[in-house]
């Protein structure tokens, strides 16, 4: 906000809010919250945290309305790590925990447990036949793409090709969407190319582990609406809410992944769709949970700390 921007907003110059601030500080001689004068907590004063005021000064306490002027209080920052990243080789190994294995395909001879029952037998050969052990695992990656997203685009695309490049399910099919899903689902979201959601239904079985990445941080029309989405083409009756329930209901190993950082994840978006959808963080960690909790199965707790 520029100094104009915040005198138009608050009606005093940012020396003003200063002096204010330093005439508060020589009289308060106890805790205030809710109110709109003293430096304290919520309420709508200028000073303090946690408060309703557009523009001040914050003491204490986590900046959450991303709108302070200035920061009083002793500030402890760090250098970045060099020695953490979140790359595609980590995203496989966290995604690798979905392998669950199980005999298919044609009969092939298995030369050790021939070996060990002809010795058994005293020399008669005892040939001995297994199937080939194979992923079963079918998994459906959704995922948000543009607007809010393009912050995070690195990062999805990091998940993105380690899901494919795994190359060890029994099916992978990724899909695209924008904000929320809507009657259409994107196969390739930059050429425009769709199929109608409802062939979601038709095509994957309901063992299939669903993943849904995206900050779900929108407009509430465009969640709860019929017709929220923004694309002029999609005239469907049905909200995105309504898709997400109905996705929830078909697999129940369903999760999401938002890669906003979770002290935002009280928006009333995020928090609706987290009450439909177990919702995880796009982090190692919470990849880590987020996979144990699919590994579980569909009646499995979401993981401590985590919405859903």
């Known amino acids: 906000?520029?100094?104009?921007?915040?005198?138009?907003?608050?009606?005093?110059?940012?020396?003003?809010?200063?002096?204010?601030?330093?005439?508060?500080?020589?009289?308060?001689?106890?805790?205030?919250?809710?109110?709109?004068?003293?430096?304290?907590?919520?309420?709508?004063?200028?000073?303090?945290?946690?408060?309703?005021?557009?523009?001040?000064?914050?003491?204490?306490?986590?900046?959450?309305?991303?709108?302070?002027?200035?920061?009083?209080?002793?500030?402890?920052?760090?250098?970045?790590?060099?020695?953490?990243?979140?790359?595609?080789?980590?995203?496989?190994?966290?995604l690798r925990a979905l392998r669950h294995l199980g005999k298919e395909g044609p009969e092939e001879l298995?030369?050790?447990?021939?070996?060990?029952?002809?010795?058994?037998?005293?020399?008669?050969?005892?040939?001995?036949?297994?199937?080939?052990?194979?992923?079963?695992?079918?998994?459906?990656?959704?995922?948000d793409a543009g607007g809010s997203m393009d912050p995070y685009a690195r990062l999805v695309d990091r998940l993105f090709s380690a899901a494919s490049e795994l190359g060890h399910w029994r099916s992978f099919d990724p899909y695209f969407f924008h904000n929320c899903v809507y009657s259409r689902l994107y196969t390739n979201i930059q050429r425009l190319s769709s199929i109608p959601t409802e062939?979601?239904?038709?095509?994957?079985?309901?063992?299939?582990?669903?993943?849904?990445?995206?900050?779900?941080c929108m407009a509430p029309w465009e969640l709860s609406a019929a017709g929220g989405s923004l694309a002029l083409w999609d005239r469907n009756t049905i909200t995105g809410l309504e898709w997400l329930t109905r996705i929830r209901r078909t697999w129940k190993d369903c999760i999401w992944l938002n890669p906003e950082p979770e002290r935002y994840w009280r928006h009333p978006t995020i928090a609706a769709v987290a009450r439909v959808i177990p919702m995880f963080p796009l982090t190692l960690d919470g990849l880590k949970d987020a996979t144990s909790h699919l590994r579980k199965g569909a009646n499995a707790p979401s993981a401590g700390g985590k919405l859903g």
Request: aromatic fraction near 6%; glycine fraction near 12%.
């Open 199 to 216: 062939e979601l239904f038709r095509k994957h079985p309901a063992d299939t582990k669903f993943v849904l990445v995206g900050d779900a």
């Open 110 to 143: 298995h030369l050790d447990s021939t070996i060990d029952a002809t010795s058994k037998s005293g020399g008669d050969i005892e040939l001995r036949f297994e199937r080939e052990r194979r992923n079963t695992v079918r998994m459906a990656l959704l995922m």
């Open 1 to 94: 906000m520029s100094p104009e921007a915040f005198e138009r907003l608050t009606g005093m110059s940012l020396d003003e809010l200063r002096e204010r601030f330093d005439a508060l500080l020589r009289t308060q001689d106890e805790r205030h919250d809710e109110g709109g004068k003293w430096i304290g907590t919520g309420g709508t004063s200028p000073f303090g945290h946690s408060g309703r005021s557009r523009g001040g000064i914050r003491v204490g306490g986590p900046g959450s309305g991303r709108s302070a002027m200035q920061v009083a209080g002793e500030r402890r920052f760090r250098n970045y790590r060099t020695d953490v990243t979140i790359d595609v080789r980590q995203f496989k190994v966290a």
